[in-house]
C-alpha cells in the first residue's frame, strides 16, 4: 500500500506547466496512430479490390505480334490469378483448337495486322481452374502453365493470409485507444509487419512469375511485346507502405512512460509494472 502511495505521488507531483509539453507530444501521438489505424482499415478494402481485378501487369503488342496459333496478340491484362488476352483473328487463317483441328490457307507472318481482316477476340485463363485434355497432363488452353500456375497459389495464399492478419491488426489498433499499455501497442506493431510481409510476398511472387512468362511462356508473352505494371499492382505496394509505417508508428510510441515522463496520472499507471492474474 505504500508502495502504491509513493507512485501515486511520484505521478501527481509533476506541475501542468511542466507536463504541458507531454501532452502535446500525447496529442500528436493520438493523431498519427488513429491516422495508421484509419488507413489500415482502409487498406483492408484496398487489398480485396487489387486481389480481385485484372489490373496487375499490362502485357502490350502494338499493332499486333503474331502467334503460332494463327492469331495476333494485342494485348493482355494479368490479374492475380488469372490473364485475360486480347487477339486479332485474321479471316481465312490457320486457327488450332481444342482438338488440334486447323483451318487452311494461313498468311505469312507480318509485324502488324494492317490490311488484313478479321475480329477481335478475348480469351481469358483462369490458373485456378484449369480442365485437362483427355484426362492428361496436358491444358486444353495452350497458355495456361503448371509453373506459372504454381506461383498464382503461392500469391491466393498469401493474399488470403495477409487480408486477415490486417484485419486483425486493425481490431488490435482500435484497442490500444482504449488500454495505452505499452505492451498491446507492441502487439499491434508486430502483426502490423506481418501483414507487411505477407503482402509484400503476393507482389514479389507476381514480379518473379511476370519475368517467367517473359523468357518461357512466348504464347502469354510473345519475343516483341513488352508490360508495365498496372493500377492494382500500384495499390497493392500502396497497401505495403501503410503496414510499414503504422508498424513503424505503433512500434516508435511503444515506450515505456512511468512517473514524471508521461502526461496523465492514468498513462503512468498503466505502464507501472503489474501482475497479471488468472
Known amino acids: 500500500m505504500k508502495m502504491e502511495t509513493d507512485k501515486m505521488s511520484t505521478a501527481s507531483s509533476v506541475g501542468a506547466a511542466e507536463r504541458r509539453p507531454l501532452m502535446q507530444a500525447l496529442v500528436l501521438e493520438r493523431r498519427i496512430l488513429f491516422a495508421c489505424t484509419i488507413l489500415v482499415g482502409l487498406c483492408t478494402f ?4 487489387a486481389v480481385c481485378t485484372e489490373k496487375w501487369v499490362h502485357i502490350e503488342g502494338g499493332h499486333g505480334v503474331y502467334l503460332k496459333s494463327g492469331r495476333y496478340l494485342m494485348y493482355s491484362d494479368s490479374g492475380v490469378w488469372e490473364i485475360c488476352r486480347h487477339v486479332f483473328q485474321p479471316e481465312n ?7 488440334n483441328v486447323t483451318t487452311q490457307g494461313q498468311p505469312k507472318q507480318q509485324n502488324d495486322i494492317f490490311g488484313l481482316k478479321g475480329r477481335n477476340i478475348t480469351k481469358c485463363t483462369n490458373y ?3 480442365p485437362l485434355r483427355d484426362n492428361v497432363s496436358r491444358p486444353i488452353d495452350p497458355a495456361y502453365n503448371f509453373v506459372v500456375a504454381n506461383y498464382v497459389r503461392t500469391m491466393i495464399s498469401f493474399g488470403i493470409i495477409s487480408l486477415f492478419v490486417m484485419a486483425m491488426g486493425c481490431g488490435f489498433s482500435v484497442y490500444t485507444f482504449r488500454n495505452p499499455r505499452y505492451m498491446f501497442k507492441r502487439l499491434a506493431a508486430g502483426i502490423h509487419f506481418i501483414s507487411t510481409a505477407c503482402t509484400i510476398v503476393v507482389v514479389q511472387v507476381m514480379m518473379s512469375a511476370v519475368d517467367f512468362m517473359k523468357k518461357d511462356v512466348p504464347f502469354v508473352y510473345p519475343p516483341r511485346a513488352y508490360h508495365y505494371y498496372h493500377i492494382s499492382f500500384f495499390l497493392a505496394w500502396f497497401v505495403v507502405l ?13 515506450k515505456k512512460r512511468k512517473g514524471d515522463k508521461a502526461a496523465t496520472d492514468e498513462l503512468a499507471m498503466a505502464d507501472e509494472p503489474t501482475i497479471i492474474g488468472r
Not at 487463317?93 to 482438338?99: A, D, G, Q, Y
Not at 509505417?245 to 511503444?254: D, Q, R
Open 93 to 99: 487463317v490457320t486457327i488450332v483448337n481444342e482438338n
Open 46 to 49: 484496398v487489398w480485396i479490390a
Open 242 to 254: 501503410v503496414n510499414v509505417f503504422a508498424a513503424a508508428s505503433f512500434l516508435w510510441y511503444s
Open 128 to 130: 485456378l481452374a484449369q
